[in-house]
């Protein structure tokens, strides 16, 4: 394993482990769709992403507008963890008054750059975003990077916004869509199926770079990669698990927002007890530091 491997995979695990805490404490959340995005904020906020948690309002950074706000609490804990505010906020979440409600709000909680929650809005928002930067001409590797979720795009608003950002060729926003094939009642293809969703993005004008979102390497090859593209809009797809690294909720039908029981208090114990000691070992033994 190289240096930046470990980097990486600890990064996932303590946001994984923050995300899980911070939910257990809560008694509830929207666990399944935190979890499908935890490698992919490791590798934006460890490695990809152009930012100062001391000025979260730089205009020189890079933007992140997670769409499927409802994800909120896994963006919380890798901004906590990057330096935007203090982890004791976490345990304040959804509370009255909390800078941390359970959808993310720009004017509340320092490094969110867009309020979200009723889905489909954060695309449009996004390509706003994309196009300013490029009407003020701002430094050219300056990126939005838009988390759509797969059920999420069931909204119209999505593929308007779509049609907007590869008629303009607006590489400037990177559209990153979770692909967990779940949304919050069940599976996609017994709700309205996304069909090839590939294909379909390119059929709207999109070069189409797949991932493994549960492989941080994997990843960072796919964004590296679009962030070269200035041609064309572009999108990764990354083929993730609804509550991944939670096995008790992988793939389960009820993974979107549970209220967790005894059991569940327990199989998320047993996690968190995981993650713990992989973080004190530092994320792995055998690294290969000259890498
Ligand atoms: C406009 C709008 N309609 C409905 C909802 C309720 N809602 C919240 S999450 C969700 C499912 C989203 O599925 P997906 O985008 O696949 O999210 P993930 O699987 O990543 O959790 C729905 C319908 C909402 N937040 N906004
Ligand atoms: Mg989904």
Avoid at 8 to 15: D, M, N, P, V, W
Avoid at 98 to 115: F, N, W
Avoid at 126 to 138: C, T, V
Avoid at 222 to 233: H, Y
Wanted: proline letters at 3%; one cysteine or more.
């Amino acid at each position: 394993m190289t240096e930046k491997e470990r980097k990486l995979k600890l990064g996932s695990a303590q946001i994984r482990l923050e995300t899980l805490k911070m939910l257990k404490w809560r008694g509830y959340g929207h666990l399944g769709g935190a979890m499908s995005i935890v490698e992919l904020l490791s590798v934006l906020y460890n490695e990809v992403l152009k930012y100062d948690p001391e000025r979260p309002d730089w205009t020189d950074r890079d933007y992140v507008v997670l769409s499927k706000g409802h994800s909120g609490p896994s963006l919380y804990a890798a901004l906590a963890l990057h330096g935007f505010f203090d982890k004791e906020w976490l345990y304040t979440l959804n509370e009255g008054g909390t800078r941390l409600p359970s959808h993310p709000d720009r004017l509340k909680t320092p490094g969110v750059d867009a309020t979200t929650g009723s889905l489909g809005q954060g695309t449009s928002v996004a390509a706003g975003l994309g196009m300013a930067l490029r009407l003020e001409k701002k430094a050219s590797d300056q990126r939005v990077y838009l988390i759509v979720g797969d059920g999420e795009l069931n909204e119209g608003q999505c593929w308007e916004a779509f049609q907007f950002l590869a008629h303009q060729k607006l590489h400037e926003v990177i559209v990153i869509i979770d692909y967990n094939k779940r949304q919050l009642d069940g599976r996609l293809e017994d709700i309205i199926s996304p069909f090839d969703l590939k294909g379909k993005m390119e059929s709207f004008g999109f070069r189409v770079l797949p991932a493994d979102g549960k492989n941080e390497n994997s990843i960072l090859e796919a964004l590296t990669e679009a962030k070269q593209i200035e041609d064309s809009a572009v999108c990764v797809l990354l083929d993730t698990v609804k509550a991944q690294g939670v096995p008790y909720y992988e793939d389960k039908d009820d993974s979107h927002a549970p209220k967790f029981d005894e059991k569940a208090r327990q199989a998320l114990d047993e996690v968190i007890e995981r993650l713990e000691k992989f973080v004190e070992e530092g994320g792995g033994q055998n690294v290969d530091s000259s890498r």
